[in-house]
Structure formats: structure tokens, C-alpha cells
């Protein structure tokens, strides 16, 4: 049991306990992967535990492949054995083998992001709805919601108001769609297996039957359907470990629930709870620095990061005049770490709330010559002609597909036009049947010409051409078949200029990785699950600039956290509703813990965004930092006093007391938020968060506000 000779008392104890239910509560750097991949090695040493018995699921491929690597040290090949992936690919196992449970062929395909939004549009014609007034992407956010709630469409509440009315009916006729197509989205992963489960108790046995460990990692990000999905699994044994920190959960808006890890132990009476405290990753500064935010927040288990690294260099705080100014002071900083401290680019992360603030810094970083990329950017699986490419093998794999079908059947162009397509599509619909096999009938077609038939009929041949040969080409050569045949290639090595060269040179990449399958549904089930993150590559030598919810799981030595002022972050939405100011100071506390051994902050006394220059107060969660953590640099505007929120001051204007944090009605303006409070020639100055009016700065005694 050398394994465990490196663990510390309290990450031995998690992997140690193996019977019944184990909340492993793990702090920013406590860890928590090699607690995992150590605890699964016990299993299957010292309790002979088969492989195949345990399932570990984790949210991203990349936290995946570094367990799985892990494990392979510890234990061998036979880590190859463990079911080790992300909740959808667990999900896209079970289905493959259930598909007929489920109520879908075998040959069921996952629709992207790109097909969903094209069926949505598909469907909002089909209703008369104007995608001015009905965005088809809130419409698809609010099915999204619904299936992570487990809500079918025939349980969507259809008599709400005017919008629900709309989303119910669009998710009824776009689930009738993607079932027409043998297809699933995303969301339809879990939810497929979940209401298999419910519906056939006899597949829900062979799987409780088939594990008899679950391991489930960040599992404070869990939603309502990935929640339910880990509960039936253990239901048998009760042997159920999770792996999470209810300070890093962060995806509320992608209907994570924060009581699946606080209720843990309501859940699964008799649960031992296991803090990891012991931080490897931070300086002492830096986790006093994030401690001292985070512990402002309630929905929380008590617990104290500590390392026993060395204190390090102080947290530095820059408030700038401008934007402009504070990306100075960034390009300037990083080129001195470069010059003193012979840091790399690479060793260097910009994070921040919003992608919109990445324009000015890009501008400056090109000027002083600094390199950098943004990560979750346009993805590699995102371009036009990787689309282009994974519609047509889509339609090969299943050509009853019709959002790949009208994605190619004109890419590169054959004389296929809108006026074609229409009538196509109203005889599919007339006979029910998918486009593509309504071209088998297109004498039946009115008002085809025959040019629009020979070329309808040509694009038919090819299809079934690939389809015909599936069995006998590899991945590879299939791929090639389809762009040399479909004269997609060729169209590209015509137009001979650099754009055309840059698309060749991604689609030679594909071809790369068209070389690790073994079939085509693999490559596109691959593809289909592929995360940003897991496209991350750590090796160029440029500085990361990304949002703080893309650097999740990810650390680097020096992160500068910007933009940090009141309606930027927290955000000016934290004002609206009760827990999002305690969801934007964790996604802080996310951001200050990426850091290894420097952390910068940096706000601007005044900014242009959105067309608008503001003048804005320091951030509440930079006030919340005890001081004996913090260096602060630069004059700042000193007309502009920095106001920390520290909410410990209420003060008195007009009669009242006014706190951070406050509700307030204001007779124009409506309700809003108290964020920062600061004395102004012996009155106050109160900066309140309005939902629909943005942060407003008013004097106590002379704004027409009560409190609330």
C-alpha cells in the first residue's frame, strides 16, 4: 500500500473509507484528483474490487484523461477497465447499449449547438414567430433549463405567461423534430437514461447491479438530472463518493444546484465527511487574500484553506484612471515579471467577467508586443468548414439527418437553391419523411426542373456511395472520400488565397484525428462531447485571456484578475435576486485561487463599454480582502475615493441607515441594491444596483429613495 505514503492524514482517511456515503469536501488545491484516482486504486488493490465495477464521472474529458493517466501509473492496465468519463459519455454508453429502452435507434446521432439552433429556427418558421421578438438562443437556453430539471415537454408548464406559452410549444415541435432524426442533444444525454431508468426498473437494476462504487468529482456543480442519475446508481449499495467544494460552484446559470452538496448528508444519513484544507497549489498571501472573501458568503460549510508554502509576495491592487491605464499597467507588469523573474507568456492567465473587456488589453498587448490568446474563443470544431465536414459525415453515419442534410446538400455549390429546398421540404412534410428520402420520390416533387433533379439526384449517389462503403474504409479514407468526391476540396485548393489556405491546413488536422478511430460513430460521438477546456493547450508561450468561468481546473503562476469594479464583478445582475451576490463572490474566490504565486488586481476608475463611459466604484469583493494581504499600486482618480463595501459600516443619511447590501425603491429608477457606501462632504454617496438601470450614484438625503 505505497500509494497512500504521500497522502496526508486527511486525504488517507477519504480514500481509507470505503463503505457507505463520502463527502470529501476539497478545498482550491487541496488534491482532489489524486484522492480520487488513489481512492480507486485501494478499491481494486486492497478490496478487490473489480474495474469494471466502479464508475467515476467527472465534468470535463480533460479531468477524465488525467485520472484515467493517474490511475494507469498506480494500478496498470487494468485502469483501462474502470468506467472513467463525464456524465454524457456514461450516458452515450448506457444509451448505446439501451437505445431501444430509450425509444431510439442505435444509430441515434448528438446533435451540436449549430444543429440545435437551426432546428429551433426550423421550428419558429414553422409557428409564425419572428426571431427578432423570439431569440431562437433564449428559447433553446429555456428548453436547456427544462431538461436539466428532467421537465419532458409535455409537463412544460404551457399556461404560464406569454413566454412560456411560446417555449412550450417550440420544445414540443423541436423534440418531435430531433426524435425524427434519431438525433439527442446535449441535455438529452441524462435525461434519455434517467427516464429509461424511471420507466423500465429492470435496465435501472443492471446498472445499480453493474457498479458498485460511484465516484462523482465537482459535484457541486451538479444539476437537478445529473443529481438524480448518481442517486439511482447507488441506490443498491449506498457506496457513493463525492468530490466537491461548495465554494467553487459557479455554474448556477447553467442550473447547477449548490444544496446537492450542502444537503449531502440529509441525503445519505450516517455520511462521513472528509474536509481536505491543505492547499498545494497557493502562497499563503494569496489563499489568506481569497479566504478572507470567501468567508463572507453563508451557503457554506465552515472550513480554513492553509499551506504550508511559503507567504510569498502580497496580493497587488492597481486602480486605474481608465481602461486604458489599467491595460498598461498589465502589459507593463507582465513584462516585468518576464524581465526579472524570467517568467514565460504561458506562465501568465488574464481573467474576467466578461469577454467584452478583452478589446482594450488585446490592443495594448499588441502594441507592447506582448503575446496572448483567448481561450473559448471561435473552437477549432467551430469553424465553417470543420461544421462543413462533420455535417457531411453526419449524414453518412445517418442520412435521415436533415440539419446536416441542408448544412451540404448545396456546400460547395450544385445548383441547389432556397426555392428548390422549399419544395422539398413541404413534400417531406407532406409524407413525413426525412429530405433525404424524399429524394427518392422527386417525380412527386412539384416544380422541380430538371437541372434542380440531376443535381438533387447526383448528391443522392454520393450519400449512399459513403454510406454503401462504411464497412470497408477507415475513418481516414472515408473522410477523404468525402471531400475529394463531394468537391469540397477541390472548391478550397481553387480559390488559392490565404483564407482557403488556412482551411485546408484544419481540415489536413482533422484528417489527424480521424486516424485514432476505429468507426465513424465514435468520431462523432467524440467530437459531439469535446469541451473548451479540453482544448486547452498549455504550451504556447502567450499569455491566457479568458472568463473566470473558462479557467475553472485550470492554475497558473501569475493571474491577473481585471475589471474588478461594482456591475462588472460582481455583476450588475447580482442585484436582482437573493444568492447571486454569493455566486459572484465564489466565482471570485474561483478566479483568486487559479493563482500559484502572484495575484494581481485591477479595476478603472472610469470605463467605455457598450458605448457608455461610467464612472464606476472599486469592487465590493476587493474591500472584502483584509488589508495585511494587500500591496496597492497606482494613484488612481482621486476624485474618485476608492469605496470599499465592507459591510460591517452601515451609515446614516435622511433618517435612515443605509448598508451595503440594503434594498432600496427609488421612484424612478424602481427597486435595487445598496454595493458600496462612502462618506461625500458629510453626506453619503450610495451606488445602487438597479436591474434594468445599471448602477446609479445618488446622495442619501436628496434621492427620492425609501428603504425597502
Same mark, same amino acid.
Given at each position: ?6 497522502? +496526508? ?17 476539497? *478545498? ?16 481494486i ?12 464521472v467527472?465534468?470535463? +474529458?480533460?479531468a ?30 448506457i444509451?448505446r ?7 431510439? *435507434?442505435p ?8 444543429? /440545435? ?21 433564449g ?21 404560464g405567461? $406569454? ?9 414540443a ?7 425524427? &432524426? ?36 465537482? $459535484? ?39 444544496? +446537492? ?37 453563508t451557503e ?18 492597481? /486602480?486605474g ?5 489599467e491595460?498598461? #499597467? ?19 492567465? %488574464? ?16 502594441r ?5 490568446r ?11 468548414? %470543420? ?5 457531411y459525415?453526419?449524414?453518412v ?50 416544380g ?5 433533379v ?5 448528391f443522392?449517389?454520393?450519400v449512399?456511395?459513403?454510406? &454503401?462503403?462504411?464497412?470497408?474504409l ?12 463531394s468537391?469540397?476540396?477541390?472548391e ?24 485514432q ?13 469535446? !469541451? ?6 498549455a ?20 493571474v ?37 504565486e ?8 472610469q470605463r ?9 466604484a472599486?469592487?465590493?469583493?476587493? *474591500? ?5 494581504y ?15 463595501t465592507a ?8 433618517g ?15 427597486? *435595487?441594491m445598496?454595493?458600496?457606501? !462612502? ?10 444596483? #438597479? ?14 429613495i425609501?428603504?425597502?
Amino acid at each position: 500500500m505505497d500509494y497512500l505514503q504521500n497522502l +496526508n492524514p486527511n486525504q488517507e482517511l477519504a480514500v481509507t473509507t470505503v463503505e457507505g456515503p463520502l463527502l470529501v469536501v476539497a *478545498g482550491a488545491g487541496s488534491g482532489k484528483t489524486r484522492v480520487l484516482t488513489t481512492r480507486i486504486a485501494h478499491l481494486i488493490k486492497a478490496h478487490h474490487i473489480p474495474p469494471y465495477r466502479i464508475a467515476a464521472v467527472t465534468f470535463t +474529458n480533460k479531468a477524465a484523461q488525467e485520472m484515467r493517466d493517474r490511475l494507469h501509473t498506480l494500478i496498470g492496465p487494468s485502469a483501462g477497465q474502470v468506467v472513467m468519463g463525464t456524465f454524457h459519455s456514461l450516458c452515450v454508453r448506457i444509451l448505446r447499449s439501451e437505445a431501444a429502452y430509450a425509444g431510439y *435507434g442505435p444509430g441515434f446521432q448528438i446533435f451540436d449547438e449549430g444543429e /440545435q439552433l437551426a432546428v429551433i429556427r426550423e421550428v419558429c418558421k414553422e409557428l409564425n414567430l419572428d426571431p427578432q421578438r423570439i431569440p431562437p438562443r433564449g428559447l433553446l437556453g429555456a428548453i436547456s433549463r427544462a431538461k436539466d430539471e428532467l421537465i419532458t415537454p409535455e409537463e412544460y408548464p404551457a399556461g404560464g405567461d $406569454y413566454w412560456e406559452q411560446i417555449v412550450a410549444k417550440v420544445y414540443a415541435k423541436y423534440q418531435e423534430k430531433l426524435m425524427a &432524426s434519431n438525433a439527442l442533444d446535449f441535455d438529452d444525454l441524462i435525461m434519455a437514461v434517467v427516464r429509461m431508468f424511471q420507466r423500465h426498473p429492470e435496465v435501472k437494476r443492471k446498472y445499480q447491479e453493474r457498479f458498485d462504487h460511484i465516484l462523482v468529482d465537482e $459535484y457541486q456543480d451538479t444539476n437537478k438530472a445529473q443529481y438524480v442519475l448518481v442517486h439511482m446508481l447507488a441506490q443498491r449499495t449506498g457506496n457513493i463518493c463525492v468530490v466537491g467544494d461548495e465554494d467553487q460552484s459557479i455554474y448556477a446559470f447553467r442550473g447547477a444546484d449548490i444544496r +446537492n452538496i450542502l444537503e449531502f448528508e440529509r441525503d445519505f444519513p450516517g455520511a462521513t465527511v472528509v474536509k481536505l484544507e491543505e492547499n498545494y497549489r497557493s502562497t499563503q498571501n494569496i489563499l489568506g487574500a481569497a479566504n478572507s472573501v470567501i468567508k463572507n458568503n453563508t451557503e457554506r460549510k465552515e472550513k480554513r484553506l492553509w499551506t504550508k508554502r511559503a507567504e510569498g509576495d502580497k496580493v497587488v491592487f492597481f /486602480q486605474g484612471a481608465t481602461e486604458w491605464e489599467e491595460a498598461r #499597467f498589465t502589459a507593463e507588469a507582465i513584462r516585468e515579471l518576464q524581465k526579472r523573474d524570467g517568467r514565460a507568456f504561458r506562465d501568465v492567465a %488574464i481573467l474576467y467577467r466578461t469577454h467584452a473587456l478583452s478589446r482594450v488589453l488585446e490592443e495594448e498587448f499588441m502594441r507592447s508586443g506582448v503575446p496572448y490568446r483567448i481561450i473559448a474563443g471561435l473552437r477549432f470544431y467551430d469553424r465553417k468548414e %470543420i461544421k462543413d465536414l462533420m455535417a457531411y459525415l453526419r449524414l453518412v453515419h445517418n442520412p435521415h439527418n436533415d440539419i446536416s442534410f441542408l448544412r451540404v446538400v448545396n456546400t460547395p455549390r450544385r445548383g441547389i437553391g432556397d426555392v428548390t429546398i422549399t419544395r422539398l421540404t413541404a413534400y417531406a412534410q407532406q409524407f413525413g419523411i426525412s429530405l433525404f428520402s424524399a429524394l427518392s420520390y422527386l417525380d412527386g416533387v412539384d416544380g422541380l426542373g430538371g437541372k434542380a433533379v440531376r443535381a438533387l439526384q447526383g448528391f443522392k449517389e454520393l450519400v449512399d456511395g459513403w454510406h &454503401s462503403r462504411l464497412d470497408e474504409l477507415t475513418v481516414t479514407e472515408l473522410v477523404t472520400a468525402v471531400l475529394e468526391e463531394s468537391g469540397y476540396l477541390g472548391e478550397l485548393q481553387a480559390q488559392r488565397d490565404r483564407d482557403a489556405q488556412e482551411r485546408l491546413e484544419n481540415l489536413k488536422e482533422f484528417l489527424s484525428l480521424a486516424q485514432q478511430f476505429e468507426d465513424l460513430g465514435t468520431l462523432l460521438e467524440y467530437v459531439a462531447l469535446i !469541451s473548451d477546456v479540453d482544448t486547452y493547450d498549455a504550451e504556447a508561450d502567450a499569455v491566457s485571456m479568458m472568463t473566470v468561468h473558462a479557467s475553472k481546473g485550470l492554475e497558473f503562476p501569475v493571474v491577473f484578475i481585471v475589471g474588478l469594479e461594482e456591475g462588472l464583478f460582481p455583476h450588475a445582475r447580482s442585484a436582482e435576486e437573493a444568492g447571486q451576490l454569493e455566486e459572484e463572490r465564489r466565482l471570485m474566490y474561483v478566479a483568486m485561487t487559479r493563482a500559484q504565486e502572484r495575484l494581481f488586481l485591477t479595476c478603472a476608475g472610469q470605463r467605455t463599454l457598450f458605448g457608455a463611459t461610467r464612472l464606476n466604484a472599486v469592487s465590493s469583493f476587493v *474591500g472584502e480582502i483584509d488589508p495585511q494581504y494587500l500591496e496597492e499600486k497606482g494613484a488612481g482618480v482621486p476624485s474618485l475615493p476608492r469605496m470599499t463595501t465592507a459591510p460591517a459600516r452601515p451609515a446614516r443619511g435622511a433618517g435612515a441607515e443605509y448598508g451595503v447590501g440594503d434594498k432600496v425603491e427609488h421612484k424612478i429608477w424602481g427597486r *435595487g441594491m445598496v454595493v458600496a457606501v !462612502s462618506d461625500s462632504g458629510g453626506d453619503l454617496l450610495l451606488t445602487i444596483a #438597479f436591474p434594468n438601470q445599471g448602477l446609479k450614484k445618488v446622495m442619501a438625503h436628496l434621492a427620492p429613495i425609501t428603504k425597502v
